[in-house]
């Protein structure tokens, strides 16, 4: 069973930055496409990034665009979310998974407040 491990999250102050990083149990290594998705309170889960296999082809939403990168390292298995210039609406729970989800783990919390 897939069981993915995000960390990171915190509370900081808009314009500060996070790095998000999630395990995956050998599944990040082996799966091509892999996704950040959030969600925040009241709202439906939403796709933020996603990237191949080689890390070579990023997609961002245009709300984060230039200011969030992903990265991943398939050698340990892991993904990353680095998160500048953050803003109040990015907060919201932040999970990694492939691009066709099935199980999610608990996901990372992101609270951007002053």
């Known amino acids: 069973q897939v069981q993915f491990v995000e960390s990171g999250g915190g509370l900081v102050q808009p314009g500060e930055s996070l790095r998000l990083s999630c395990t995956g149990s050998?599944?990040?290594?082996?799966?091509?496409?892999m996704v950040w998705y959030r969600q925040a309170p009241g709202k439906e889960r939403e796709k933020v990034a996603s990237i191949n296999y080689a890390g070579d082809v990023p997609y961002y939403v245009p709300v984060v665009r230039g200011r969030f990168t992903i990265s991943r390292d398939n050698a340990k298995d892991t993904l990353y979310l680095q998160m500048n210039n953050l803003k109040p609406d990015d907060s919201a729970v932040y999970y990694c998974?492939?691009?066709?989800?099935?199980?999610w783990g608990q996901g990372t919390q992101v609270t951007v407040s002053a």
């Open positions: 998974n492939t691009d066709s989800p099935v199980t």
């Open positions: 050998g599944t990040i290594r082996s799966t091509y496409f």
